[in-house]
């Protein structure tokens, strides 16, 4: 009696044990950055740090100099 309640379970173990699936594979999307021109004048000044997230422009601003900029949060570390 317990064979018979085993075997369809054990049957079906053996017919599902090569289904695997795994979840895709996610790579890192690639967000091509603007190229940013400096105004005559001024000087270009390289980041001394990476852009704080998608979307942030190095930029050049008129009184504190080169930073990061966002066009919806403005610029990074409080500059008005």
């Known amino acids: 009696m317990k ?3 085993l075997m369809p379970a054990l049957a079906a173990a053996f017919a599902l044990s090569g289904c695997v699936v795994t979840p895709p594979t996610v790579r890192p999307a690639y967000v091509a950055q603007p ?21 942030w422009v190095w930029e050049y601003h008129s009184y504190y100099g080169w930073g990061w900029h966002h066009p919806h949060y403005g610029w990074h570390r409080g500059w008005h």
């Open 35 to 55: 190229t940013y021109v400096a105004p005559p004048g001024v000087v270009y000044v390289q980041p001394t740090y990476a852009s704080p997230g998608p979307g």
């Open 3 to 5: 064979s018979l309640v």
